[in-house]
């Protein structure tokens, strides 16, 4: 059965960092994609980034502007997404997520995973 365990997150000021890691069990992320999502108090699950094995090709929120990074570790077991400069928008519950089927027409859409990590919080005081 396959397992998405999540770490990091928590509370920083407005300008700084953090890095979510999410590690998956039970099968290695050899196919199709995984993601981060998040969703803010009160708001919907949005897409945050997003990453192709076959290909390694990544995409982002067009609210990310260059300040979040999706990346692996060399066993493919491990995905993180490292945050930069945030802002108190950044608040939300982050959660990874993976599907091995998912084609790009899909990577943005939460309906169309199958695994989910169980949650992160990021508090991004001003």
């Known amino acids: 059965q396959v397992q998405l365990v999540q770490s990091g997150g928590g509370l920083v000021q407005a300008g700084g960092s953090l890095r979510l890691s999410c590690t998956v069990s039970?099968?290695?992320?050899?196919?199709?994609?995984v993601a981060w999502f998040r969703q803010p108090p009160g708001g919907e699950r949005e897409f945050v980034a997003g990453?192709?094995?076959?290909?390694?090709?990544?995409y982002y929120g067009d609210f990310v502007r260059g300040r979040f990074t999706i990346s692996t570790d060399n066993t493919k077991t491990t995905v993180f997404l490292q945050m930069n400069a945030l802002t108190s928008d950044d608040t939300a519950v982050y959660y990874c997520?993976?599907?091995?089927?998912?084609?790009?027409?899909?990577?943005?859409?939460?309906?169309?995973?199958?695994?989910w990590g169980q949650g992160t919080p990021v508090t991004v005081s001003s």
């Open positions: 997520a993976k599907d091995e089927r998912l084609i790009l027409s899909s990577l943005r859409l939460p309906s169309e995973y199958d695994y």
């Open positions: 039970g099968r290695t992320f050899r196919s199709g994609a």
């Open positions: 990453l192709f094995r076959n290909n390694g090709r990544t």
